[in-house]
């Protein structure tokens, strides 16, 4: 929607879209949250939307990699050319240190450094598996004595 106002864009998304839900303690305090692409917090502000926001920052886990997604406000008329995804493999220190030149480095939307990182170390917490250290439980020694003789 390029010939629309982010503004005007926000007024009638925010509270209708499907990506809405609700979570929390009773009728009264419950949390909007929001499932959108390229929402870093899934809160249903304006600061972190990625439907309103002519610059936003996705960043996603698929299969065992981190993918940054960002869009382009000039191309915004081009579906397929909209959105620009990069792949990172790598440990969490180069993947934050990537995610900083994309989200700050290039000056794209530097109010979101905090969330961006936050969010790479959430999804490699959840990516990391246990290493197994390959030494087995101790037996007792009578249990030992039992079974082998």
């Known amino acids: 929607m390029s010939?629309?106002?982010q503004d005007l864009l926000w007024l009638l998304v925010?509270?209708?879209?499907?990506?809405?839900?609700?979570?929390?303690?009773?009728?009264?305090r419950q949390v909007q949250f929001t499932s959108e692409p390229n929402n870093l917090m899934n809160k249903?502000?304006?600061?972190y939307s990625g439907l309103a926001n002519p610059k936003s920052v996705g960043i996603q886990e698929e299969g065992d990699h981190v993918v940054v997604r960002t869009?382009?406000?000039?191309?915004?008329?081009?579906?397929?050319?909209?959105?620009?995804s990069?792949?990172?493999?790598?440990?969490?220190?180069r993947v934050?240190?990537?995610?900083h030149a994309t989200v700050v480095g290039s000056g794209f939307r530097p109010d979101l450094e905090k969330a961006?990182?936050?969010?790479?170390?959430?999804i490699h917490k959840a990516l990391?598996?246990?290493?197994?250290?390959?030494?087995?439980?101790?037996?007792?020694?009578?249990?030992?004595?039992?079974?082998t003789s």
Do not use: C, E, I, M
């Open 86 to 93: 990069n792949v990172h493999k790598k440990d969490n220190r």
């Open 14 to 28: 925010k509270k209708q879209n499907r990506f809405l839900y609700k979570q929390g303690g009773g009728t009264t």
């Open 128 to 147: 990391r598996v246990k290493k197994a250290d390959g030494k087995k439980p101790r037996a007792d020694k009578k249990k030992r004595a039992l079974t």
């Open 3 to 5: 010939g629309v106002s």
């Open 116 to 122: 961006a990182k936050s969010r790479v170390s959430h």
């Open 71 to 84: 869009t382009n406000p000039k191309k915004a008329g081009q579906p397929a050319k909209h959105v620009s």
């Open 44 to 47: 249903n502000t304006f600061k």
């Open 96 to 99: 934050a240190k990537a995610v």
